[in-house]
Structure formats: structure tokens, C-alpha cells
């Protein structure tokens, strides 16, 4: 069988992509509204009763977050809402498989397409960051592929999810179980230097926590050895959940 | 007088879902330039055989070549030269019609523009033009069907693989694509078939393979089938209450079977039966017309089903 990648993944995202481009409106304000919203209500009602943190006021400190957090929901809502409805309901992957194009290629399409989903909204957020008078250290583009790479992790859980799934109602343990429990709980709105040993230990290893750590570190330009430990640790979430995605998916389609 | 390589050459094929044997030491050779017919009822094993062509079954034994190339190894490049209908509609609803065929070109990296030109010859010649920037929920079960028929050919492929290309069609969309088919098979397109209309099959196929429950149980071309397994006509009479005790007897010295059932009687003839003639006068509602491939197929098939329901 086809074991490998080819460069026919390119063409099962820009199928995506052209499909994206007639709706963009509706997409960008279906996943940007959230993170919006909870910068608006949380940095500057909740803000303004909150101290400083490490020198940040409370807006600033979840910012960089937030920005995590878009990329987050955005990857993870295409890979499983959006790949499931091609997988199951559109049978937009059987014509694909029909096709010289493998089942390989088709999973990494779909999952760079996912992650480009949550850049996509993750740089919509930083872009809209100034305008909360945050103003950005010049290390901020280096975020670019640190988003990216998230936004793989998350689309890879996601299409793991989307190859499990039997239908719509099962996604909804991966949001109450694994989505919204990392938005709260991976730094955003409280540092994680704060927690116990145990729990903090925990908390550094989700995979939500290196982003969110990486997006603040770069915005504020302070970065030092952590910061490698955090890219290694986002790098091999990458790398792990995007083969499991992929092995997944190849034995749901080849029978 | 086979020098040529077949284009589908597959041995020895088995394939068992969850213990359930759906595919058992099946063997297919699909000549060049022939439209072979997979028959067999629902179930049969049919749409298996085409996913295992398609390296989207892996069969549990057995090999299959296709253009002369193992497809456990080369199945890229052979999937660049088949073109496929599916059974399903699978067609892109997020796209237009003219964009569905340029999307589904790009899979088989054929350039936008190539893939234009090809698109809109191929909707000319399904008479499509006039809904090319139409969505597909706006299509007929007709269109959508020549779409999907459009679409497998777009990549100019030396072998088609038509999964039922008619059901659920009414008749006009079936005769329309039958000389779509017909045109492709006079150009040299090697067809493989699946179908349950048999005078879909009668009319495409040069070869028709019965199949049931995943294996071959008949296999060779239809007139002679039909004339070998069933005979040259046959006479249908409705049982009218009064039983069909004697009417053997009487058919003594032609070559003739016979099959009772859901209360008709079924006479197979295979010569000339100058006694047949007159049933007309002791049974109302006779009927006498040419075997076809349905007496065969129900023949092979249907009496099988009925026993199993038992």
C-alpha cells in the first residue's frame, strides 16, 4: 500500500481552502468570537480588580493566551466538526480516495489545513491585540510557527477524535472534557508558578500550557532555557498526535 | 489468440469482515478494451471487489495486478489512470458543478488549465454546460449521476469502474447514459460494470460474472450464457387455480425445464416445442418471449435467496 506522504496533501488542502475562501466571513466570526470576548470581559471587567502579575496588568497577562486559545478552539473545531462532515455526512474522503491520492495524504491535509485554521485565527487575535493598547516586543513574529505547530497538535486531536467518532454527539466529550478544561486550566488567566508542585507539574505538561507559555514569553520579549523546554514539549505533541491522527484515519477509510 | 496483458488480473481474493466472509477465492480478468459485468444481489460482493481494485479493501489473501502492476506496490500511479462512479454520491456539495471536476483534477495533479478545457468538454458531452455554476443540491438524481460520470473521466482514464451507474434512475437518464457508456466503450475503454438491471448488463458488457455471497457462480458472455443455462425462450403462465398436474408429461421430447414459483410456472425451452405452442389454449394469460439474463440471474441467484429463507 501507499506508505508514505506525498505532495498530493497540498491539493486535499487547497480543496479546503478554496471551499474556506466563499464563506470566510461566517468562519472567522464563528472562531474569533470567543477568545474576543473573554479578553473584553475578563482583562478589562474582571481586570480591573485583579493586581498586577509579574509586573503585567491583568489584560495584558491573558492576552498572549488568548491568542493560544483561538488557535486552539479554531484547529480543533475544523478537525472535528468540520473533517467529520467531510468524512461522514459529505463522503467529500471517499471521492478524494478514489483518486492517486492516499489516505496518508489525505489525513495530512486535512490536519496542516486544520492547524492553518488556527493560525489564521490566532494571528487575527495578536493583530487585534494593539488595540487593547498592548503593545508587542519585536520577538512576536517568531510566534508564527509556535502557533502553527499548536495549531497541528490540536488538529491532530481532533481528527483522532473525528476518526473515532460515530457521530456529531460524540465531539461533544472532546470539548466538555479536553477543550474546555485546557482553556481554563493551562495559564491563561492565572500563572502557574501559583499552583502546588503536584498540580503545577500537571498543568506544564498539557498540551494548551507550552503555547500559552511560548505566546506570552515571545509578546513580552522575555525569554530564556524554559522557553526551549516549552517548544520541545509542543514539538513532540506535534509530532506524536499528528501520527497517531494519521494511523487513525488510515483504519477507519482501508478496511 | 490474449498477447496483450489483462488490465485487471487478480487471483485467489479473500476477504472476511468480523469473521464474515464477503469475498472467498474470487478471481477477475478484465480484458483490455472489454466491459465486464459484476451481477449478483445486493450484498454479493460486488462494491468489496472494486474497493480492493482501489487499494481501499486490503484483501486478506490473493493478489491483484492492474495495467500489469502489483497494486501493493504501484497503486499511485495505477489510480492515476483509473477512473471511478461510485455507487454513493459523493459528489463535493461545498462546490459547483464546474468546480467539482477542476477540485477532483488537481487530485490527479492534472494543470488548472488542462483541467478546464477537459471540464467543460466533458460537461458538452453530458449535457451539463448549462449547470456548470450551479450547486449540487440544485442538480437532479440525472445530472448528479452524469457529474459523477463526468468526474471519472477527467483524469482520461484507460479503465472505468462503473459501480450501478444507474440506480434509482428513471428511464430517459438511463437510456441517456447508457450511450454515454456505449461511445466510451467504442473508443476502447475498458469498463468494469457493477449493476442489478440486467438490460443495463445485457446491453454494456461483452462478459457478465454472477456473483453471491462473494463467490463467482457463473461466468462467460451473456447470449451464450443464456442460451447454455436457461434456453432460447421462455413461457411464462400465471397459476389460475388450476395446477400445472400433466402439462410435463405433455412437453415430452422438447428440451424443456421447469420452475415453479410465486405462483407461476416458468418454462425453459432450448429447442423448438411445436406442444408449447398450444398451452395458449388451456391456459389464459401465456406468455412466450426470448431468455434473457434475468431468467439466468434468477435462475443461479433467486431460488438460492428463497432457500435461505426457509
Same mark, same amino acid.
Given at each position: 500500500?501507499?506508505?508514505?506522504?506525498?505532495?498530493?496533501?497540498?491539493?486535499?488542502?487547497?480543496?479546503?481552502?478554496?471551499?474556506?475562501? @466563499?464563506?470566510?466571513?461566517?468562519?472567522?466570526?464563528?472562531?474569533?468570537?470567543? &477568545?474576543?470576548?473573554?479578553?473584553?470581559?475578563?482583562?478589562?471587567?474582571?481586570?480591573?480588580?485583579? &493586581?498586577?502579575?509579574?509586573?503585567?496588568?491583568?489584560?495584558?497577562?491573558?492576552?498572549?493566551?488568548?491568542?493560544?486559545?483561538?488557535? /486552539? *478552539?479554531?484547529?480543533?473545531?475544523? $478537525?472535528?466538526?468540520?473533517?467529520?462532515?467531510?468524512?461522514?455526512?459529505? @463522503?467529500?474522503?471517499?471521492?478524494?480516495? /478514489?483518486?492517486?491520492?492516499?489516505? *496518508?495524504?489525505?489525513?495530512?491535509?486535512?490536519?496542516?489545513?486544520?492547524?492553518?485554521?488556527?493560525?489564521?485565527?490566532?494571528?487575527?487575535?495578536?493583530?487585534?491585540?494593539?488595540?487593547?493598547?498592548?503593545?508587542?516586543?519585536?520577538?512576536?513574529?517568531?510566534?508564527?510557527?509556535?502557533?502553527?505547530?499548536?495549531?497541528?497538535?490540536?488538529?491532530?486531536?481532533? /481528527?483522532?477524535?473525528?476518526?473515532?467518532?460515530?457521530?456529531?454527539?460524540?465531539?461533544? *466529550?472532546?470539548?466538555?472534557?479536553?477543550?474546555? &478544561?485546557?482553556?481554563?486550566?493551562?495559564?491563561?488567566?492565572?500563572?502557574?508558578?501559583?499552583?502546588?508542585?503536584?498540580?503545577? /507539574?500537571?498543568?506544564?505538561?498539557?498540551?494548551?500550557?507550552?503555547?500559552?507559555?511560548?505566546?506570552?514569553?515571545?509578546?513580552?520579549? *522575555?525569554?530564556?532555557?524554559?522557553?526551549?523546554?516549552?517548544?520541545?514539549?509542543?514539538? $513532540?505533541? $506535534?509530532?506524536?498526535?499528528?501520527?497517531?491522527?494519521?494511523?487513525?484515519?488510515? @483504519?477507519?477509510?482501508?478496511? | 489468440?490474449?498477447?496483450?496483458?489483462?488490465?485487471?488480473?487478480?487471483?485467489?481474493?479473500?476477504?472476511?469482515?468480523?469473521?464474515?466472509?464477503?469475498?472467498?477465492?474470487?478471481?477477475?480478468?478484465?480484458? !483490455? %478494451?472489454?466491459?465486464?459485468?459484476?451481477?449478483?444481489?445486493?450484498?454479493?460482493?460486488?462494491?468489496?471487489?472494486?474497493?480492493?481494485?482501489?487499494?481501499?479493501?486490503?484483501?486478506?489473501?490473493?493478489?491483484?495486478?492492474?495495467?500489469?502492476?502489483?497494486?501493493?506496490?504501484?497503486?499511485?500511479?495505477?489510480?492515476?489512470?483509473?477512473?471511478?462512479?461510485?455507487?454513493?454520491?459523493?459528489?463535493?456539495?461545498?462546490?459547483?458543478?464546474?468546480?467539482?471536476?477542476?477540485?477532483?483534477?488537481?487530485?490527479?495533479?492534472?494543470?488548472?488549465?488542462?483541467?478546464?478545457?477537459?471540464?467543460?468538454?466533458?460537461?458538452?458531452?453530458?449535457?451539463?454546460?448549462?449547470?456548470?455554476? +450551479?450547486?449540487?443540491?440544485?442538480?437532479?438524481?440525472?445530472?448528479?449521476?452524469?457529474?459523477?460520470?463526468?468526474?471519472?473521466?477527467?483524469?482520461?482514464?484507460?479503465?472505468?469502474?462503473?459501480?450501478?451507474?444507474?440506480?434509482?434512475?428513471?428511464?430517459?437518464?438511463?437510456?441517456?447514459?447508457?450511450?454515454?457508456? #456505449?461511445?466510451?466503450?467504442?473508443? =476502447?475503454?475498458?469498463?468494469?460494470?457493477?449493476?442489478?438491471?440486467?438490460?443495463?448488463?445485457?446491453?454494456?458488457?461483452?462478459?457478465?460474472?454472477?456473483?453471491?455471497?462473494?463467490?463467482?457462480?457463473? !461466468?462467460? !458472455?451473456?447470449?451464450?450464457?443464456?442460451?447454455?443455462?436457461?434456453?432460447?425462450?421462455?413461457? #411464462?403462465?400465471?397459476? =389460475?387455480?388450476? %395446477?400445472?398436474?400433466?402439462?410435463?408429461?405433455?412437453?415430452?421430447?422438447?428440451?424443456?425445464?421447469?420452475?415453479?414459483?410465486?405462483?407461476?410456472?416458468?418454462?425453459?425451452?432450448?429447442?423448438?416445442?411445436?406442444?408449447?405452442?398450444?398451452?395458449?389454449?388451456?391456459?389464459?394469460?401465456?406468455?412466450?418471449?426470448?431468455?434473457?439474463? +434475468?431468467?439466468?440471474?434468477?435462475?443461479?441467484?433467486?431460488?438460492?435467496?428463497?432457500?435461505?429463507?426457509?
Amino acid at each position: 500500500m501507499i506508505k508514505t506522504v506525498s505532495l498530493l496533501f497540498t491539493r486535499v488542502w487547497l480543496r479546503n481552502f478554496w471551499v474556506w475562501k @466563499k464563506h470566510v466571513r461566517a468562519s472567522l466570526i464563528g472562531n474569533l468570537g470567543q &477568545p474576543f470576548l473573554f479578553l473584553i470581559a475578563m482583562g478589562y471587567g474582571l481586570g480591573r480588580n485583579v &493586581p498586577e502579575i509579574n509586573g503585567l496588568s491583568y489584560l495584558q497577562f491573558i492576552a498572549p493566551g488568548l491568542v493560544a486559545s483561538s488557535v /486552539m *478552539y479554531s484547529a480543533a473545531f475544523e $478537525a472535528t466538526y468540520g473533517s467529520y462532515t467531510r468524512l461522514a455526512t459529505q @463522503k467529500t474522503f471517499d471521492a478524494i480516495l /478514489m483518486t492517486p491520492v492516499s489516505v *496518508y495524504d489525505l489525513a495530512m491535509g486535512e490536519i496542516i489545513w486544520g492547524a492553518t485554521k488556527g493560525l489564521i485565527s490566532g494571528l487575527i487575535m495578536l493583530g487585534a491585540i494593539p488595540l487593547f493598547g498592548i503593545v508587542p516586543s519585536p520577538w512576536t513574529p517568531l510566534l508564527i510557527p509556535i502557533l502553527f505547530l499548536e495549531g497541528i497538535t490540536f488538529s491532530s486531536l481532533g /481528527m483522532i477524535m473525528t476518526a473515532k467518532a460515530p457521530n456529531y454527539e460524540f465531539f461533544n *466529550y472532546f470539548t466538555s472534557l479536553l477543550i474546555t &478544561p485546557l482553556f481554563l486550566f493551562s495559564g491563561i488567566f492565572f500563572p502557574i508558578e501559583s499552583l502546588g508542585h503536584i498540580p503545577r /507539574m500537571i498543568v506544564n505538561y498539557l498540551p494548551l500550557a507550552s503555547p500559552v507559555e511560548l505566546s506570552r514569553a515571545l509578546c513580552y520579549g *522575555y525569554l530564556n532555557w524554559v522557553t526551549w523546554e516549552r517548544l520541545f514539549i509542543l514539538l $513532540a505533541y $506535534a509530532v506524536l498526535t499528528s501520527v497517531c491522527a494519521s494511523l487513525l484515519v488510515r @483504519k477507519r477509510l482501508i478496511r | 489468440m490474449q498477447t496483450k496483458r489483462p488490465v485487471i488480473d487478480a487471483s485467489g481474493l479473500k476477504k472476511a469482515f468480523n469473521q464474515r466472509t464477503v469475498i472467498d477465492s474470487f478471481d477477475l480478468i478484465v480484458d !483490455e %478494451g472489454k466491459c465486464i459485468a459484476l451481477l449478483g444481489p445486493n450484498g454479493a460482493g460486488k462494491t468489496t471487489t472494486i474497493n480492493m481494485i482501489l487499494g481501499l479493501v486490503i484483501p486478506d489473501e490473493g493478489r491483484i495486478e492492474v495495467f500489469g502492476q502489483d497494486i501493493s506496490h504501484n497503486l499511485r500511479k495505477i489510480k492515476q489512470s483509473i477512473g471511478v462512479a461510485p455507487q454513493t454520491d459523493n459528489l463535493d456539495p461545498d462546490l459547483t458543478v464546474l468546480e467539482n471536476l477542476i477540485v477532483y483534477a488537481s487530485y490527479y495533479s492534472i494543470p488548472r488549465h488542462t483541467a478546464k478545457n477537459r471540464a467543460k468538454e466533458l460537461l458538452k458531452f453530458f449535457a451539463l454546460e448549462a449547470k456548470q455554476d +450551479e450547486i449540487i443540491q440544485n442538480l437532479s438524481g440525472g445530472q448528479r449521476r452524469r457529474l459523477i460520470l463526468a468526474r471519472a473521466l477527467i483524469n482520461r482514464p484507460r479503465l472505468i469502474i462503473l459501480d450501478e451507474p444507474t440506480i434509482g434512475l428513471d428511464p430517459q437518464a438511463r437510456h441517456l447514459i447508457w450511450e454515454k457508456v #456505449e461511445i466510451l466503450k467504442a473508443e =476502447g475503454t475498458t469498463i468494469l460494470l457493477t449493476s442489478h438491471y440486467m438490460e443495463e448488463v445485457q446491453r454494456l458488457a461483452d462478459k457478465v460474472i454472477i456473483i453471491e455471497q462473494g463467490k463467482k457462480i457463473l !461466468e462467460g !458472455e451473456p447470449i451464450g450464457l443464456i442460451k447454455r443455462h436457461v434456453g432460447e425462450y421462455v413461457i #411464462e403462465i400465471p397459476d =389460475g387455480g388450476q %395446477g400445472f398436474d400433466g402439462l410435463k408429461e405433455d412437453l415430452d421430447g422438447c428440451n424443456a425445464s421447469f420452475e415453479e414459483h410465486a405462483k407461476r410456472l416458468y418454462i425453459y425451452l432450448k429447442g423448438p416445442c411445436p406442444q408449447a405452442e398450444r398451452l395458449g389454449m388451456r391456459f389464459e394469460h401465456v406468455v412466450k418471449r426470448p431468455a434473457n439474463l +434475468e431468467d439466468l440471474f434468477l435462475r443461479y441467484t433467486g431460488r438460492r435467496l428463497i432457500e435461505d429463507h426457509r
